[in-house]
């Protein structure tokens, strides 16, 4: 494990890696490199206290807030949000996904907490060339905005599919953080520590970095190198990451530590309950954590073809539901993140394991190096 994350350290591309295994109650911590290129930050070394942007690693998180709100029956699964969100009441759909936003139908049924839990409430990120596609131009414009305004440009346009027919990336999350917030009356920050970050101990995890905290935070970097070949700087120890947000994004904005994300990892793999304490029931886990999406909407559904061949999709995680390497197992469940950040659980090993490095769509650019660490891991389960 250490090997491979130096692999990534040695070649430049990220100053640092903390990889996290913890199986049978033993953890195991590898941590290389520093947290970052230049500056302070290039003489402190990466560990697990490392402050990293968990990019769409949040998604889980929010919808474990969402399953607390159920629980207490503030929220129903299979309710309308209509009463909660009433810019989402009434909404129309895409005749046609490429054509003008005019042209629309009217919604078959109301959006549900399922819907958006699932990610099934008909809108999200729409791949596409800028200005080929009128609704992917329109939802990429919403921008960052006090949740109720934001929740009032959503509903100016139509849904790109029915309610129900298929899965459709990140919105939903975005939507259930405003949902939440209403639901409790406060800021979707404060029930999200309240009812998750607090019970679990996990005192870093927030949507900004808190002021003593910035010497811990690592720095992220983007996709491609500049002209001269280094990394260029998407956000440092000063960015938008140090200050609080206008919006508070349920899709992808909050911070963590290795340590932190374990806290909540752990708790999920023990059916809810961390150091005596339970924060979800059993049953709230398994619902979470099982393949929602019917055969169906798996077909039309994914960024590419055969998206959803060996996984399906639970509530703000995806679920493994074929073996397709050593790892992970089926019934493993979690999600990557955008800076680089990857969790899963493996309940038939009894194990958890999280990767946190910064760079901008790292997953993408470093596929082989994902399938090498899960190679790594489960040889030395078998060994």
């Known amino acids: 494990m250490r090997e491979l994350a130096e692999r990534q350290v040695d070649s430049g591309f990220v100053p640092g890696m903390v990889a996290v295994l913890a199986r049978h109650g033993h953890v195991h911590v590898e941590a290389t490199g520093t947290l970052a290129f230049e500056g302070a930050g290039s003489a402190t070394p990466m560990a697990g206290d490392t402050v990293c942007r968990l990019g769409s690693m949040t998604k889980p998180l929010v919808a474990a807030c969402a399953m607390t709100l159920v629980e207490d029956c503030t929220l129903r699964l299979d309710d309308p ?197 339970r924060v979800l029931s059993r049953p709230a886990v398994t619902l979470m954590t099982s393949d929602h999406l019917t055969p169906e909407q798996k077909a039309v559904s994914g960024f590419w073809p055969g998206y959803f061949d060996s996984m399906g999709w639970g509530f703000g995680m995806s679920v493994r539901t074929r073996r397709t390497h050593l790892g992970p197992s089926v019934g493993s469940y979690g999600w990557p993140g955008f800076y680089g950040t990857a969790w899963y659980n493996d309940p038939a090993e009894d194990m958890t394991a999280i990767f946190m490095m910064q760079r901008a769509h790292a997953g993408d650019q470093r596929l082989p190096m994902w399938q090498d660490l899960w190679t790594a891991v489960y040889q030395a389960i078998d060994d």
């Open 81 to 277: 949000v209509d009463d909660l969100l009433p810019e989402l009441a009434d909404m129309t759909v895409l005749a046609d996904v490429d054509g003008p936003l005019d042209d629309a139908v009217p919604a078959r049924r109301p959006i549900t907490t399922r819907d958006l839990l699932t990610g099934t409430l008909g809108t999200g990120m729409v791949p596409a060339e800028p200005g080929t596609v009128p609704i992917a131009d329109a939802l990429d414009a919403l921008g960052p905005a006090p949740m109720d305004e934001w929740a009032r440009r959503l509903g100016r346009f139509p849904l790109v599919h029915q309610p129900g027919e298929r899965w459709m990336y990140d919105t939903a999350a975005n939507v259930t953080g405003v949902l939440i917030a209403r639901a409790t009356g406060g800021s979707f920050g404060d029930a999200l520590r309240e009812r998750i970050c607090e019970p679990l101990g996990m005192k870093d995890t927030a949507f900004s970095v808190a002021g003593g905290n910035t010497g811990r935070l690592a720095t992220a970097y983007e996709r491609d190198d500049g002209a001269d070949g280094r990394a260029v700087v998407e956000d440092g120890p000063g960015g938008r990451f140090t200050r609080p947000p206008v919006f508070e994004s349920g899709g992808g904005g909050l911070v963590s530590t290795a340590e932190d994300y374990l806290a909540f990892a752990s708790a999920l793999l023990a059916g809810g309950r961390r150091g005596g304490r």
